[in-house]
């Protein structure tokens, strides 16, 4: 017998998102943008990424442990720190939309109720993905 999605109001079943932000230094630069773009050509950036994960706050009153966050994302950021992201099989083209796609997909076998990951590369620009498109149209 299918279960109904818990209801974020009943207290029988509250849920909640929590996070962890974890910081990488890394250069690279955009093959696939216009001739004179200034992302074509080699710079570097101070990246912010936050997981995100989604679930019942258990009888400990967690989702998880926020130390089980860090274990699943800590060999991807020591994979990115300080390294050429185009030089990293899967980040050819590093845009911040590939670099959360390529975290989500690292993540999301270790991490039940991943939700998002969300890359900034500045404090003014960054990306939140949240998965594939599981049905409707895609996006043109």
Known sequence: MATEPADPQDPRHPIATIWRIVQFEAAHRLPHVAPGHKCGRLHGHSYTCEVYVRGRIN???????????????????AQLDHHYLNEVEGLENPTSENLA???????QASLPGLCAVVIRE???????????LSDGPSAA
Do not use: N
């Open 59 to 77: 009888d400990a009153g967690w989702v998880m442990d926020f130390a089980d966050i860090q274990v699943a994302v800590e060999p991807l950021r």
């Open 101 to 107: 796609r390529w975290i989500w997909a690292r993540l």
């Open 122 to 132: 500045t404090c003014t620009s960054g990306c939140r993905y949240e998965g594939p």
